[in-house]
């Protein structure tokens, strides 16, 4: 199975800027998804950014439109999240993931740790 590391989180002020990394190892698939979930605490997780890794489409939840950016690098095998102009309600623990892929549907199957994005007001 895959594994997923998130990393890059940290304490910004608002209207700063954040890089987070995920890097994948193990078996993939040969259709397959890389995306960004977060939580923040009493919340439901949700959807932040997605990938389709063969065709390199991106889309991103309409609260992080125009801020944040998903990017790939293949021989690293790792996804980044570019996050720009950030807000408070930015904060939250930011999740890796991955699953197979077929038209415009994912069913995200493996799961990083987690990484802590906290913006100050």
């Known amino acids: 199975q895959v594994q997923l590391v998130e990393s890059g989180g940290g304490l910004v002020q608002a209207g700063g800027s954040l890089r987070l990394s995920c890097a994948a190892s193990?078996?993939?698939?040969?259709?397959?998804?890389m995306g960004w979930f977060r939580q923040a605490p009493g919340k439901e997780r949700e959807f932040v950014a997605g990938?389709?890794?063969?065709?390199?489409?991106?889309y991103y939840a309409d609260s992080v439109k125009g801020r944040f950016t998903i990017s790939r690098d293949n021989a690293r095998n790792t996804v980044y999240l570019q996050m720009n102009s950030l807000k408070p309600e930015d904060t939250a623990v930011y999740y890796c993931?991955?699953?197979?892929?077929?038209?415009?549907?994912?069913?995200?199957?493996?799961w990083g740790q987690g990484t802590q994005v906290t913006v100050s007001s």
């Open positions: 193990g078996r993939t698939f040969s259709n397959y998804a």
């Open positions: 990938m389709r890794w063969s065709a390199g489409s991106t």
């Open positions: 993931a991955v699953g197979p892929n077929s038209g415009s549907s994912t069913s995200w199957s493996s």
